[in-house]
């Protein structure tokens, strides 16, 4: 088990995009995503197809379903960018329309993302953080407001 902390990354009037942090990283896992393709000849137009997609959705969508692929289990709100034809994934945590909290990812080469152990991993991670952030609103702990997830700053989940 390892700690994780929710950091903003950022806020508009449209939607608040969000990352995990875990104890003794330098880097959120957002940040950890893009820093595995951004020099990498092959996948860096997918992750600015990915990046344009999010910056898209804060300013002018927000992270309505339609924009995001089903990835978890049927209970839970794991989701991955994108949704077109693309093997770089984007794993997410979406929380409502106007909230949303972005993981790490990866090049999908399985037909299914448990085949792949570590991919396997960053989905796994994102459903024990959104099962702790249910528990959590339904303990009055925390509540999503707006572009906001109100009570999570500062709090170490157990992932």
């Known amino acids: 088990m390892a ?3 929710i950091l903003s990354v950022e806020q508009t009037e449209k939607a608040g995009l969000f990352t995990i942090i875990f104890e ?9 995503f893009y ?7 092959e996948r860096s137009k997918d992750l600015q197809q990915i ?4 910056d898209l959705m804060m300013n002018v969508r927000g992270f309505t379903e339609r924009n995001f692929r089903p990835e978890g289990k ?8 994108p949704t077109y034809k693309n093997s770089l994934r984007l794993y997410c945590l979406r929380l409502s329309d106007s909230v949303l ?4 990812g990866g090049v999908k080469t399985t037909q299914t993302v448990q085949q792949d152990p570590v991919l396997n991993g960053y989905v796994i ?14 303990r009055g702990y925390v509540r999503i407001e707006k572009t906001e997830i109100i009570g999570a700053d500062n709090k170490e989940y157990d992932i």
């Open 101 to 104: 909290i972005v993981g790490n």
């Open 3 to 5: 700690k994780a902390t």
């Open 74 to 81: 049927m209970s839970d709100n794991v989701v991955a960018l």
């Open 125 to 138: 991670n994102l459903q024990k953080l959104d099962a702790l952030l249910k528990a959590d609103i339904r």
């Open 51 to 54: 990046l344009t997609q999010i």
């Open 35 to 41: 820093n595995k393709f951004i020099n990498d000849a």
């Open 24 to 32: 003794g990283e330098g880097v959120s896992e957002f940040d950890n």
